[in-house]
């Protein structure tokens, strides 16, 4: 059974404080799991107010599926980055 795993790596030019950036970072996590059925958590939370990393997670029967839904949370990620002041800089998929 496939594990898809996504990286996304952010950057938050307008964040000038961590309260900025959780802001930012709860946004994006809340519309993705509504939107999708997949697990999001905020990887290696740093004191850099302006970087965060997310982690996206989902299991299914079919890799085709998984692909295909990677894709898609990472266009809607970009989109929901882009409306909320950050950037989407990198992301890398990986599968277990």
Excluded: C
């Excluded at 898809?4 to 959780?22: I, N, P, Q, V």
């Excluded at 999001?40 to 965060?52: F, G, I, K, N, T």
């Amino acid at each position: 059974m496939p594990i898809a795993f996504l990286t996304l790596e952010l950057r938050m030019e307008a964040a000038h404080s961590l309260k900025d950036k959780r802001q930012v970072l709860r946004s994006l996590k809340d519309r993705l799991r509504a939107h999708f059925n997949i697990a999001v958590a905020e990887l290696d939370p740093s004191e850099l107010w302006q970087r965060a990393s997310v982690g996206i997670v989902s299991i299914s029967g079919s890799r085709d599926y998984l692909e295909g839904l990677m894709h898609n949370v990472e266009r809607e990620a970009t989109r929901i980055a882009n409306n909320a002041g950050a950037e989407v800089t990198d992301s890398f998929v990986e599968f277990l």
